[in-house]
């Protein structure tokens, strides 16, 4: 239980950018850390939902509770995921050789591509939380990154890694397989559970599932491999597709 406890508080402290009274770091625990990505999800949704539920409640203007929910996700992870949304646009956008965009990937400089596009996910979030009509149920907002940490999860479990990436070597080690049934199975859950309560919302799941495996395609053949940054650029594309659902519905 103990190493449990330690692998879940490591997995907050990595992923979530509220302080987490723990801050040791166990090796033995490392394996285990990623099986509380849905865990992490669960929190920063409710969250999410919570400053849904309460701007409709107090009347927040659209346009002010459109920017907080916009700025949100990328405010709680201390804008882990969208850091690497950038650098992955940078260099498959750069349409190089392979050496080349993973030269790229680890350069600290932000490019041209980064700036663009990452500008165009913003206004995306923005516009689309705007549209939202009363009756979206905020919960969806809770759904959404459960479903997406999952597929993280799962995808960095079953994919090869990239050479220079930190998930590759050490990191994997002890890491089983049998995660992936874990992820499979809170994954299966969650989609059932947003049809049964959500009702067509449950599709938010859904296109968070698409969006993250095609943008995680995209990347994983430009680039020869799975990174914790890859990751994060399937990630925040994924979201956004859930928001549209919960948006545009």
């Known amino acids: 239980m103990k190493r449990l406890f330690r692998a879940c508080m490591m997995c907050f402290s990595m992923f979530c950018a509220i302080p987490c009274p723990y801050r040791g770091w166990d090796e033995e625990a490392r394996p285990i850390m990623t099986l509380f990505l849905p865990l992490v999800g669960a929190f920063i949704g409710l969250i999410w939902t919570l400053i849904a539920y309460l701007a409709r409640l107090v009347g927040v203007p ?26 992955v ?45 009363e009756d979206a149920p905020v919960f969806t907002l809770t759904l959404i990154p459960v479903v997406s940490r999952c597929m993280a999860g799962l995808c960095v479990t079953l994919l090869r890694p990239l050479t220079t990436s930190e998930y590759s070597g050490a990191y994997r080690k002890g890491v089983k397989k049998s995660h992936v049934a874990v992820f499979a199975v809170i994954t299966a ?11 067509k919302y449950g599709f938010a799941a ?44």
Request: charged share 15%; glycine share 14%.
């Open 89 to 133: 646009t940078d260099a498959v956008m750069s349409w190089r050789d392979v050496e080349e965009r993973r030269r790229i990937l680890k350069d600290p400089n932000v490019g041209s591509f980064a700036v663009i596009f990452g500008g165009l996910v913003l206004i995306a979030g923005f516009a689309l939380f705007a549209s939202a009509g």
């Open 62 to 87: 659209v346009m002010a509770a459109a920017a907080a929910l916009c700025a949100y996700p990328y405010l709680i992870t201390g804008g882990m995921h969208m850091d690497g949304y950038l650098d």
């Open 189 to 199: 859950l969650s989609c059932g559970a947003g049809f049964v309560f959500l009702g």
């Open 206 to 249: 859904v296109a968070v599932i698409a969006g993250y495996l095609w943008n995680l395609q995209k990347a994983f053949r430009s680039l020869g491999g799975m990174s914790g940054d890859i990751s994060g650029y399937a990630l925040t594309f994924g979201e956004l597709c859930g928001i549209a659902v919960y948006a545009l519905l």
